[in-house]
């Protein structure tokens, strides 16, 4: 996992979901940029800990080095959004898991366009191991596109709050 392409995920997330929502209530939005991210911290972040703690303390069994893979597949995923869910209130986990979901199938399909060195998404485990992506773009190529991203994004961010914001702002009473 590179910060170029966490911060990709997240700023394509952003734009994407601003772009939906628009001036509209957005309160599953952070679920949905959340969803974007969640692949990536589901997977390389306990695995790097892993290997660390492998390295350096203790061996471990291979399963807690290598078994956080099936959390960057969409079945996996999908098990990561209910249980997610779950620890909100049970009249929005329905809408809950449909925002993590919705961001974490963006992010496969963000990473589909990537070679990959590993085993790459396979979109149907735990059915087929058979993994699938179009490969148009190498992982580091995130890190041209990171900041630009980025910057968008937060600009976007702000227009859209600035706008909502002087929307509603209370007018001053007209002179007479």
């Not at 979901?101 to 992010?107: C, N, R, S, V």
């Not at 790459?120 to 699938?132: D, W």
Request: charged residues 15%; hydrophobic residues 55%.
């Amino acid at each position: 996992m590179a910060m170029p392409d966490l911060i990709t995920h997240g700023a394509v997330g952003l734009l994407l979901g601003l772009a939906w929502v628009r001036r509209r209530p957005a309160p599953m939005l952070p679920l949905f940029v959340a969803g974007n991210l969640a692949p990536d911290l589901l997977t390389r972040v306990p695995a790097i800990l892993a290997g660390e703690v492998d390295a350096k303390l203790v061996r471990l069994p291979p399963v807690l080095l290598y078994g956080w893979e099936p959390m960057h597949q969409p079945f996996g995923a999908a098990l990561a959004a209910c249980a997610i869910a779950m620890l909100f209130e049970r009249g929005c986990r329905g809408r809950v898991f449909l925002s993590l979901y919705a961001g974490m199938l963006l992010h496969f399909l963000m990473d589909i366009f990537q070679f990959h060195e590993g085993i790459g998404i396979m979109m149907l485990y735990p059915f087929s191991t058979t993994p699938f992506e179009i490969g148009l773009v190498g992982s580091e190529a995130s890190v041209w596109v990171a900041l630009p991203l980025a910057l968008l994004a937060g600009l976007a961010w702000w227009w859209l709050r600035w706008r909502a914001v002087g929307s509603t702002a209370p007018r001053a009473p007209a002179q007479e």
